[in-house]
Nanobody, 121 residues
Framework: VQLQAYGGGMVQSGGSLRLSCEASGRSFSNDAMGWLRQAPGKEREFVGAISGNTYTFFGDSVKGRFTISKNNAENTVYLQMSNLKPEDTAVYYC????????????????WGQGTQVTVSS
């Protein structure tokens, strides 16, 4: 199983970015997928996740600014980030698990390679 994240980059404060994560090796249509992030010198943080039945859950720091969606046909999860702030700067990791709460606990069964997001002030 591989989770490949795309879409990171550099953006100014207040801007938007869309991350995507494509899974291969098995279908995740009935599983939860989501995103974690880690900033330099900080602990890993839960960002958001979507369950197999499209229930979504977000970390407090991104609520109201980030949305998450899933395309089961393409085995892909998306993270739309708006009103970005410098404190959103981090490496963003895609994650997947049959249990959404495992992603929230930072303990998913599957991890992907990270993609860097940098927000300048």
């Amino acid at each position: 199983v591989q989770l490949q994240a795309y879409g990171g980059g550099m953006v100014q404060s207040g801007g938007s970015l869309r991350l995507s994560c494509e899974a291969s090796g098995r279908s995740f249509s009935n599983d939860a997928m989501g995103w974690l992030r880690q900033a330099p010198g900080k602990e890993r943080e839960f960002v958001g996740a979507i369950s197999g039945n499209t229930y979504t859950f977000f970390g407090d720091s991104v609520k109201g600014r980030f949305t998450i969606s899933k395309n089961n046909a393409e085995n892909t999860v998306y993270l739309q980030m708006s009103n970005l702030k410098p404190e959103d700067t981090a490496v963003y990791y895609c994650a997947a698990d049959h249990d959404l709460h495992a992603i929230v606990r930072l303990d998913p069964q599957y991890w992907g390679q990270g993609t860097q997001v940098t927000v300048s002030s």
